[in-house]
């Protein structure tokens, strides 16, 4: 029986950066991801653990015997060759379905072009880290090209995004139980005579309940306009001031998630 559930592997590091581009290094971002995945299903109560996790050097035995702890196994890269699209690598042994699933998530997460599929080397499977991880299911996912511009602009301005959505998927695909991310407490005031605008996207269904509960609950006056991209933000603020409680007014959202956004007044002009 595997010692966890899951490996988490960030590609290169230490003496190998991985694909090198203008934008960055390989190394770092497969970190970067590889930790919130990390933190991530902690919080979601799934056995993980990582290969690396700072700036370290790995040799294949290593990495291949680290890989081995874990029932599947899931290697971070970002890709070089000035493709446009992400990539989900799986054994020529496995079925894809996870792979299939980290592709539809990352999809749904705006990476539109996924790739699945596996490849055959000489004797066996191609990539080292399907070939010699044994019974470990291993999947390599890449998340982006890191030396094409737009695609890689595109995953920066997502990366949090991208990187949850192998850990939805991966929760879909063993049945475990998933939840958006546990949300950074977050007290706004309002004083009588502002204003506060909250931005959210139009899939932040649960959270947007929420807020919307906890305004109505606490009789807070707020008011919900919507943006032809979807986006919707809820305008709270001095609507009724018969409230008795409006002399404070301390909205406490505490579900403000990473597709919220407190708009400062200069941002929420737009939508007076
Ligand atoms: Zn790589």
């Known amino acids: 029986m595997a010692k966890y559930k899951l ?33 991530r299903f902690k919080e979601l109560g799934v056995s993980v653990s990582l290969t690396r996790d ?9 990495r291949v015997a680290l890989a081995q702890e874990g029932e599947y196994c899931i290697s971070n890269h970002l890709n070089a060759g000035g493709g446009d699209r992400a990539e989900v690598i799986h054994s020529i042994y496995d079925d894809g379905k996870l792979a299939n699933a980290i592709k539809y998530q990352l ?4 990476q539109t072009n996924v790739k699945v599929y596996c490849k055959q080397g000489k004797s066996g499977d191609y990539y080292y880290m399907h070939r010699r991880t044994g019974k470990t299911k291993t999947n390599i996912v890449e ?3 890191i030396d094409n511009e737009a695609d890689f602009t ?3 301005n997502n990366w949090e995004a991208y990187a949850e959505a192998t850990v939805k998927a991966f929760c879909s695909h063993i049945g475990h139980p998933y939840r ?28 947007l309940q929420t807020i919307h509960d906890y305004l ?16 919707i933000v809820f305008l709270i603020g001095p609507f009724d001031n018969t409230k008795p409680n409006f002399q404070e007014c301390r909205v406490s959202v ?15 002009s737009k939508w007076r």
């Open 107 to 110: 999809e749904s997460a705006g």
């Open 7 to 39: 490996k988490i592997d960030p590609g290169h590091g230490g003496k190998d950066p991985g694909a090198i581009s203008s934008f960055g290094n390989e190394e770092d971002w497969t970190l970067k991801i590889s930790l919130y995945q990390y933190n």
């Open 254 to 268: 505490s579900r403000i998630d990473g597709h919220m956004q407190l708009l400062t007044q200069e941002q929420a």
């Open 54 to 62: 700072s700036d370290e050097t790995l040799t294949e035995d290593q």
């Open 143 to 145: 998340y982006c090209f």
């Open 180 to 207: 958006t991310k546990d949300i950074q407490k977050s007290t706004v005031t309002v004083t009588q005579s502002e204003i506060l605008y909250i931005q959210t996207g139009g899939y932040a269904g649960p959270a």
């Open 216 to 231: 109505f609950e606490t009789g807070h006056g707020f008011d919900v306009k919507r943006g032809g991209d979807g986006s």
């Open 154 to 156: 595109h995953f920066k």
